[in-house]
RNA sequence: CGGGGCGUAGCGCAGUCCGGUAGCGCACCUGGUUCGGGACCAGGGGGUCGGAGGUUCAAAUCCUCUCGCCCCGACCA
């Protein structure tokens, strides 16, 4: 087994260690995509639940649009298409053919087969998406419309990292249409709030909520909201979206609705994601340098019995004892796991599920059985608690709650330690020429200076967080007025 | 697309400068002894050395071209 290289050695080959070691993806063989293997897809499918069970319960139904595009869609809304074209594939046939090169069967797109009208692979689906809403959306009685997808999307990223950018990725995607700008500007705040509560009680992960300042606001949007995430090596990671589209979409689809006077308007729209991206920030926010760390409440499985035998009478002994154990377990650590391969010793085992994150392992033998306890590890602190098994469900319980909110309380710790105010641009500098982190700094508004930032120094505006204050003050660079302080740092 | 590194067994690497019948560790298979923090002994299987050309009696090694991966930058959820 390969070592994991040390955070502090090498940050982002900690990172893709730590992803190989817990079997989380690996690289396909088309550049840029990844296969999310078992261990990584039990992160997704749990986020899923998670996330849709919320939705569901903020009123929203599922429903599924289509992979592909007429490549006229994209074109109707000009910023839109601005933001999506360079990253686009293409569709342009529709069969293979095989031909005989230098001797070498191959095969190529059958001339005869090409489309008449290209296809895109979709990057996002609000333009389908609102195609279909044109003739759904009549009346105001129609109103709102508030449907989700999960699906599978593509930008053809320069440059990818598994999880964290990749060509092909999971997410899903919130669509929805109301009468009223004031409500759709409920709804995203509403659907910000959703991600924040996801991402801090059930990733443990605090994040900072905030509107997107104009060059990062998500093409076709009047305002983009996210939440950003402190990644342990102090760069923000944005963690999830949510726009208010305002009625542009529905201008440049022409979806009206009648109101109760008989006036016909534009209907309003907003649009929220959050991808598999996610388990990259997860990865990045809680595990250590013995591999992957995950908060009992994303886990989909959270205890693991190691049982400990030397002989079959022991064996025996053990295993039955494991099995009432995970029966006792099942109702507050759902479907727990018995290591029961006879092909390596418990030491290995130890390290295995340490690598893999799973956050409770219980210890388990032949000695234990006779004194009715058990050993139980917690993996976020690797402390041990030999535990009598009379009591282990309540045990289980209270360990799988303490790690949650220890997980979560230090990651707002080392927040809180790399999260600074600066006044001048010095300190700026200095900052983030050295161990960089989230910095409230008054800035100016001109898309120029924070360009400008950008170029000089690779730290951008995160967002401009919900309940800021006013205040004067001078930006931080060009030392203009500011009316109130925005939040800073390099980013993912 | 620019700069840097690297492709040899499933993984990690040596061998390349100086051409001569492909090696090490781990993993894997079989048998035995083991089993409370990464066991040990014995035996065994597995690689046309990223690909294509070329030079040569002979190429992992030299030459040309190509493909891919990783890191840094530009693009981004």
Redesign the pocket.
């Given at each position: 087994?390969?070592?994991i290289t040390k955070r502090s050695e090498?940050?982002?080959?900690w990172?893709?260690d730590v992803i190989a070691a817990a079997e989380l993806a690996e690289?396909s063989p088309?550049?840029?995509c990844m296969v999310i293997r078992p261990n990584g897809y039990a992160i997704w499918e749990s986020m899923q639940r998670q996330l849709d069970d919320r939705f569901k319960e903020l009123g929203h139904v599922n429903a599924y649009f289509p992979l592909l595009i007429p490549k006229s869609f994209l074109a109707k809304e000009a910023q839109h298409v601005e933001?999506f074209a360079?990253?686009c594939a293409i569709v342009t046939h529709s069969r293979l053919m095989t031909v005989v090169r230098d001797g070498k069967v191959t095969v190529e797109p059958d001339p005869a087969s090409k489309l008449e009208e290209e296809l895109i692979i979709r990057p996002t689906s609000e333009t389908v998406i609102w195609n279909q809403y044109r003739k759904w959306i009549m009346s105001y009685r129609d109103l709102p419309l508030l449907i989700n997808q999960w699906a599978n999307v593509m930008?053809w990223?320069?440059?990818?990292?598994?999880?964290?950018?990749?060509?092909?990725?999971l997410?899903q995607e919130g669509h929805t249409a109301h009468a009223t700008a004031e409500e759709a500007r409920a709804e995203t705040l509403q659907m910000l709030e959703c991600y924040r509560w996801f991402a801090e009680d059930i990733l443990a992960m605090p994040v900072v909520c905030g509107a997107k300042t104009p060059r990062?606001r998500?093409?076709g949007a009047v305002e983009t909201f996210?939440i950003e995430a402190m990644m342990q090596d102090n760069k923000a990671?944005?963690?999830?979206?949510s726009h208010d589209l305002g009625q542009n979409f529905a201008r440049a689809f022409d979806v009206k609705f009648q109101d109760a006077a008989g006036g016909q308007d534009y209907v309003w729209a907003t649009s929220w994601?959050a991808?598999?991206?996610l388990i990259g920030a997860l990865i990045m926010c809680h595990s250590d340098d013995?591999g992957l760390v995950l908060p009992p409440r994303i886990a989909q499985r959270k205890v693991v019995i190691v049982p400990?035998?030397?002989?079959d009478d022991e064996?025996a002994l053990v295993m039955a004892k494991a099995a009432e154990l995970r029966a006792a377990l099942r109702p507050v650590a759902g479907l727990v796991h018995v290591d029961d391969r006879?092909?390596?010793?418990?030491?290995?085992?130890?390290?295995?599920w340490?690598?893999k994150g799973m956050p409770i392992?219980i210890?388990?033998?032949?000695?234990?059985?006779?004194e009715d306890k058990?050993?139980l590890?917690t993996r976020h602190d690797?402390q041990?608690f030999p535990t009598p098994l009379a009591g282990l469900a309540e045990a289980v319980a209270g360990h799988l709650e303490r790690m949650q909110s220890e997980l979560y309380a230090a990651a707002v710790a080392r927040r809180t330690a790399n999260t600074h105010r600066l006044e001048t641009w010095g300190e700026f500098l200095a900052l983030y020429n050295g161990a960089g982190g989230f910095a409230h700094c008054h800035h100016c508004g001109q898309d120029a200076c924070e360009a400008a930032i950008?170029?000089e120094t690779?730290v951008t505006i995160r967002n401009i967080p919900l309940g800021t204050p006013n205040e004067a003050g001078a930006c931080i660079r060009c030392g203009q007025p500011s009316g109130r302080r925005v939040l800073f740092a390099q980013?993912?």
């Open positions: 087994m390969a070592d090498d940050y982002s080959r990172y893709q690289n088309v550049r840029g933001g360079k990253e930008r990223e320069m440059r990818t990292r598994l999880f964290l950018r990749t060509t092909e990725f997410w990062e998500f093409a996210s990671l944005q963690a999830g979206t994601g991808s598999t991206r013995n400990i035998w030397r002989n064996r006879d092909n390596m010793r418990p030491g290995w085992k130890y390290g295995e340490e690598r392992r210890e388990l033998g032949p000695r234990d059985v006779a058990c050993v590890v690797g041990k950008q170029d690779k980013s993912y």
